[in-house]
């Protein structure tokens, strides 16, 4: 997932670097690209977190068959907070926040953006690890739980930090 802009380049065919040429097309294409791209990193990032949240339901029904009850509302609680940004990267609007629009945005602010989406995909990868380690029989279950929650609230905020970068405004 980090080289996406170098197989997305890669992937244009012989007309497409022809109609570079024409007035207009190039930074047509490279809007498109940008979308593409950005829809690519939040598809792989909503993936990863729908991943961990089967996890968290399998977890669920694993603690009450077993009868205990006591962590089910901080699990709950993770798995809610997982669901509500999951669905942020994935129904965010098609090249969310303004980055596609006809203003030029700045080279070094583009590969700002392209580290963020990398470190995005890293720490979404990171609550996929966590909760594949989570079990009903482990005597830290609830301290791993709220590292989770940490977790997800801390990619929740790079998800803002993200659109901050990108529109120079917050939410």
Not at 94 to 122: C, I, P, T, W
Not at 128 to 148: C, F, H, I, N, Y
């Amino acid at each position: 997932m980090n080289d996406v802009p170098e197989r997305i380049d890669e992937s244009r065919g012989a007309f497409e670097k022809a109609a570079e040429k024409l007035p207009g097309y190039r930074g047509y294409k490279e809007r498109e690209l940008r979308r593409e791209a950005d829809r690519l990193q939040r598809d792989y990032v909503a993936e990863r977190l729908e991943a961990a949240r089967r996890k968290m339901e399998e977890l669920e029904l694993a603690l009450s068959r077993a009868g205990d009850l006591a962590l089910l509302g901080q699990i709950d609680n993770t798995a809610r907070k997982l669901r509500t940004v999951t669905d942020r990267f994935r129904f965010a609007d098609y090249g969310y926040a303004g980055l596609f629009s006809a203003v030029k945005v700045d080279q070094k602010v583009l590969e700002r953006l392209y580290e963020h989406d990398v470190h995005q995909q890293a720490q979404a990868r990171g609550i996929e690890e966590l909760t594949e380690a989570l079990g009903v029989e482990s005597p830290s279950l609830r301290s791993d739980v709220q590292l989770l929650d940490e977790r997800v609230e801390a990619l929740d905020e790079s998800f803002v930090e993200r659109e901050h970068l990108i529109t120079g405004v917050g939410r």
